[in-house]
Nanobody, 125 residues
Framework: QVNLVESGGGLVQPGDSLRLSCAAS????????LGWFRQAPGKEREFVGC???????????DYADSVKGRFTISRDSAKNTVYLEMNSLKVEDTGVYYC???????????????WGQGTQVTVSS
């Protein structure tokens, strides 16, 4: 099992930036992809982006169309931490953000086995 802990959420204004962190521990070598999802009140959990974890220095990231060009996922292997850098935030980016670990890149929550507890991001003027 992989333990994931998100942090960095908060209340920001439209156009602001925010960086979320996801610290991993446990059997981190048992999975290959770290994904970010979000869930707004009354809505289903949706894919934000994902990044390959295992392997050497090269990695691949994929993003939902709604965040492409604004959000960036990066990793610090030495700290076992993955980051979600969010720029030009919009009101519709509001939600609870989760990181999740899985074996393959994918956009469906069911493709990920281990989840963090989530961190709230609120974008409001």
């Amino acid at each position: 099992q992989v333990n994931l802990v998100e942090s960095g959420g908060g209340l920001v204004q439209p156009g602001d930036s925010l960086r979320l962190s996801c610290a991993a521990s446990g059997r981190i070598f048992s999975w290959h992809v770290l994904g970010w999802f979000r869930q707004a009140p009354g809505k289903e959990r949706e894919f934000v982006g994902c990044l390959t974890w295992s392997g050497g220095s090269e990695y691949y990231a994929d993003y939902a169309d709604s965040v492409k060009g604004r959000f960036t996922i990066s990793r610090d292997s030495a700290k076992n931490t993955v980051y979600l850098e969010m720029n030009s935030l919009k009101v519709e980016d509001t939600g609870v953000y989760y990181c999740a670990a899985g074996p393959l890149m994918g956009t469906a929550p069911s493709q990920y086995n281990d989840w963090g507890q989530g961190t709230q991001v609120t974008v409001s003027s």
